[in-house]
């Protein structure tokens, strides 16, 4: 947090120093002393986060060795355990593990509701541009035209592809 607040600090001077060359008759020698001050708070910003980063990487190493040491000696102090106690242990495992499967089920029956309903919604809005269709042959025309240069979009898609394919197999097989 301290070295965070200086590097913000740093920052500040840095950008009054560029007011007070910018309200002055900026020189040469000035901009270059900016620009050199602009690249070490760069350079001090960049290897902070560097450091921060690999100091959080050990701690979080740290954590899981932490974790697997604990497991491993509640391992170790669950052999003295009554064989009731390990049942007991293992039936509460087995719970949590059925109740995350509900709340899975549970979200994939809700997802299967709505996909439903936008179906039905998207059926609807399908016959209604059908009736429209039907009632005005401008909008039928309108409709068949962009439904060919779709088609004529997907031929041409597929003719490149094909032909894309082609040229990496002759150019495969010619090595």
């Given at each position: 947090?301290?070295?965070?607040?200086?590097?913000?600090?740093?920052?500040?001077?840095?950008?009054?120093?560029?007011?007070?060359?910018?309200?002055?008759?900026?020189?040469?020698?000035?901009?270059?002393?900016?620009?050199?001050?602009?690249?070490?708070?760069?350079e001090f910003t960049q290897e902070f986060r560097r450091i921060k980063g690999n100091i959080n990487s050990m701690r979080e190493h740290a954590e899981l060795l932490s974790s697997v040491r604990d497991d491993i000696s509640e391992y170790k102090a669950s052999g003295s355990m009554s064989p009731r106690m390990q049942i007991l242990r293992e039936r509460a495992a087995i719970h949590g593990s059925i109740s995350h499967i509900d709340e899975v089920i549970n979200q994939a029956q809700t997802t299967r509701a709505v996909l439903g309903s936008q179906r039905t919604l998207f059926g609807d809005v399908q016959g209604k541009v059908k009736l429209l269709s039907d009632k005005f042959p401008i909008i039928r025309g309108l409709l068949g035209s962009i439904r060919r240069r779709r088609s004529r979009d997907t031929l041409i898609l597929s003719a490149v592809i094909a032909a894309c394919t082609l040229f990496i197999i002759i150019y495969w097989l010619s090595k």
């Open positions: 947090m301290e070295i965070q607040s200086l590097l913000e600090k740093l920052l500040d001077i840095n950008d009054a120093m560029s007011r007070c060359a910018a309200s002055a008759a900026p020189t040469t020698s000035v901009t270059q002393k900016l620009a050199r001050h602009r690249d070490i708070l760069h």
